[in-house]
């Protein structure tokens, strides 16, 4: 099974934290025996994209030249990243899988390798994603980038040899994504105006505490994230666009003849339900009709990474269909 990681995730998609994963498995409660995606029976591969920092050669890389790539560093499409990956698939000796699934940006390499490579997988999984990036997305998205390039630290992306980068610029970027990350019943419901402490928020130079939970993971983000690398996956998705230099939208999608699991979260204003819709009415094969299957969650677009048991009960209903 292949499982495309999202935005700011990496390989480590189940397991503890350890050497060279700072963080613990971002689907551990998904990929493990026993699991939705069960390693008793599967093996799964979760490579990191191209273009990211954590493995796979991306601008903190370096380069023939013995620097990092940093500015030098190549434009990238969902497309190239998704090529790849074939390419990894191919130097592995793996002809075909027995699913390709991913979530969000995932969702959008998922798509595309069914597209390009349609005798190379048995059945689709798409999670949270859509067919192409939308203007309200890339509106998001070229906030998050300027967040970055603006920090006086950013050296046209040159940092590397600093003593300081572009930290308060990334983090910014990070708290940005954080709002559309969750849902607003979710933030009111967690943080109501509550302060952060006892200093008023109102003239006193106090914080309001969702604005200190902000703060906590854009700067805890810093310590395991390149700047240039969120710059080049964010410009990446907003590439995508699945009818690009191909024909209409429609006759994309009818194209992909895989058993197909088309899922989203009512609650995700990044990735709003109208998009996993738009999949489910065009694709011809999914799992629950001419409709997508939606999990009500409180949590929005991180919903695919928390749900885990509705969301698990869903990849078990796909591994569990003929192909």
């Known amino acids: ?70 500015s030098r560093f190549p434009y990238l499409t969902i497309r190239d990243q998704t090529r790849a990956t074939k390419m990894l698939a191919d130097n592995l000796g793996i002809e075909r899988f027995a699913a390709v699934i991913g979530g969000s940006m995932g969702g959008m390499h998922a798509l595309e390798w069914a597209i390009e490579y349609p005798d190379t997988l048995a059945r689709l999984g798409l999670i949270a994603t859509s067919a192409s990036t939308s203007a309200d997305q890339l509106a998001g998205n070229s906030l998050q980038i300027e967040a970055i390039t603006v920090d006086p630290f950013f050296a046209s992306g040159d940092y590397y040899d600093h003593e300081e980068g572009p930290y308060r610029g990334l983090a910014l970027a990070r708290r940005m994504a954080l709002v559309n990350y969750r849902s607003p019943d979710e933030l009111n419901d967690r943080f109501e105006r509550t302060w952060q402490s006892s200093v008023s928020p109102m003239g006193d130079d106090g914080r309001f505490a969702v604005e200190s ?6 700067n805890k983000f810093t310590r395991r994230f390149d700047a240039n690398s969120y710059i080049s996956l964010v410009a990446a998705m907003n590439s995508h666009d699945v009818s690009r230099d191909r024909g209409s ?7 992909i003849r895989q058993p197909s699991l088309v ?4 609650s995700d204003r990044l990735f709003p339900i109208a998009q996993q819709q738009e999949l489910a009415a ?13 999990i009500s969650s409180p949590y929005g677009h991180d919903g695919f990474l928390i749900e885990t048991e509705r969301v698990g009960s869903a990849l078990h209903t796909l591994m569990a269909t003929p192909a």
């Open 1 to 70: 099974i292949l499982v495309f990681h999202a935005l700011t995730g990496d390989s480590h998609v189940t397991g503890s934290a350890g050497p060279g994963h700072p963080t613990t498995g971002w689907w551990s409660g998904i990929v493990g025996p026993g699991l939705a995606l069960d390693t008793n029976t599967w093996c799964v591969i979760t490579p990191n994209v191209m273009g990211g920092c954590q493995g796979s050669t991306g601008p903190a890389s370096f380069s023939p030249t013995g620097r990092e790539w940093g």
């Open 213 to 218: 939970y902000l703060d906590f993971h854009g």
């Open 249 to 255: 939208l429609e006759e994309v999608l009818r194209e």
């Open 263 to 266: 899922l989203g979260i009512d």
């Open 282 to 294: 065009h694709l011809p094969h999914v799992l629950s009709g001419s409709v997508a299957e939606i």
